[in-house]
T-cell receptor, first 114, second 110 residues
Framework: DTEVTQTPKHLVMGMTNKKSLKCEQH?????MYWYKQKAKKPPELMFV???????INESVPSRFSPECPNSSLLNLHLHALQPEDSALYLC?????????????FGPGTRLTVT | KNEVEQSPQNLTAQEGEFITINCSYS?????LHWLQQHPGGGIVSLFM???GKKKHGRLIATINIQEKHSSLHITASHPRDSAVYIC????????????FGTGTSLTVIP
């Protein structure tokens, strides 16, 4: 199984809502990533988890809150978002994050903040 | 200045043409990755290279470490190859963090 799954596929939320994005992999990968991608731009790294611990936070606003409940699951909790947070949110995983590995990407969640 | 530069930004080709996309980088790397993104989102890893050349079907990727340059070639292009192709590098000293190029949008016309 070389698949990374993400739910939901699409999400529309108001600025006062609280919602969560979910990412799952069953490849035994020890590193998981959240990226934000705006239209016609490359992905921007938000967070990296390594062995279920947060190892990189790229100065992401606190309205985005990551969580790694176990080695297969990664969540991104959203609260009080702004319209400019509308984007495609991609999750990825790799064997590790200590050296170069392939990253396996999920299909993404397209988020619209109204 | 982006550490990873790609060219061209946009490319239109006739079906059957040979296509080349270029990637240059300015930092020491442990690996270079070629990724494909179709409209609608998902990103697929095509190649991970640290030296030489790799081939998968109609796709060929090469890297020249001394010149800090990589190319992705598509032979006998097909409309289903239409996608954005992204070059990314893993720095020598930042583990598996990817640094992305701006992407090349390829359209193959039947």
């Amino acid at each position: 199984d070389t698949e990374v799954t993400q739910t939901p596929k699409h999400l529309v939320m108001g600025m006062t809502n609280k919602k969560s994005l979910k990412c799952e992999q069953h490849m035994g990968h020890r590193a998981m990533y959240w990226y934000k991608q705006k239209a016609k731009k490359p992905p921007e790294l938000m967070f990296v988890y390594s062995y279920e611990k947060l190892s990189i936070n790229e100065s992401v606003p606190s309205r985005f809150s990551p969580e790694c409940p176990n080695s297969s699951l990664l969540n991104l909790h959203l609260h009080a978002l702004q319209p400019e947070d509308s984007a495609l949110y991609l999750c990825a995983s790799s064997q590790g994050e200590d050296c170069a590995y392939e990253q396996y990407f999920g299909p993404g969640t397209r988020l619209t903040v109204t | 200045k982006n550490e990873v530069e790609q060219s061209p930004q946009n490319l239109t080709a006739q079906e059957g043409e040979f296509i080349t996309i270029n990637c240059s980088y300015s930092v020491g790397i442990s690996a270079l990755h070629w990724l494909q993104q179709h409209p609608g989102g998902g990103i697929v890893s095509l190649f991970m290279l640290s030296s030489g050349k790799k081939k998968h079907g109609r796709l060929i990727a090469t890297i020249n470490i001394q010149e800090k340059h990589s190319s992705l070639h598509i032979t006998a292009s097909h409309p289903r190859d239409s996608a954005v192709y992204i070059c990314a590098v893993s720095h020598s000293n930042t583990g598996n963090q990817f640094y992305f190029g701006t992407g090349t949008s390829l359209t193959v016309i039947p």
